[in-house]
């Protein structure tokens, strides 16, 4: 069974000012956490039930409902911004 997964508006916006490839890679990424678990994805430390995946040089963090079966994506960033 997949996930729904939705995406925080700030996330749409930093996406917006991306080059296309790096843009394609994200969504691309994003739209494999249909199944969540499928992804090589890390518990983030000092945060309750925020994971983080990566592609390239960027992160994108993320929540897991289970109870609604959604995936929120709340940030997505270059490595050295994205935990501030």
Known sequence: ???K????RRVEKF???LPKVEKR???SLVLSLENPYD?????IKGEVGVYRARTGKYRVLYTIFEEERLVL????DKRGKIYR
Request: proline share 0%.
């Open 39 to 43: 992804v090589s994805h890390v518990k």
């Open 25 to 27: 890679r994200i969504k």
């Open 73 to 76: 994506v709340l940030k997505a």
């Open 1 to 3: 069974m997949s996930y």
């Open 15 to 17: 996406l917006k000012g």
């Open 5 to 8: 997964v939705r995406i925080h």
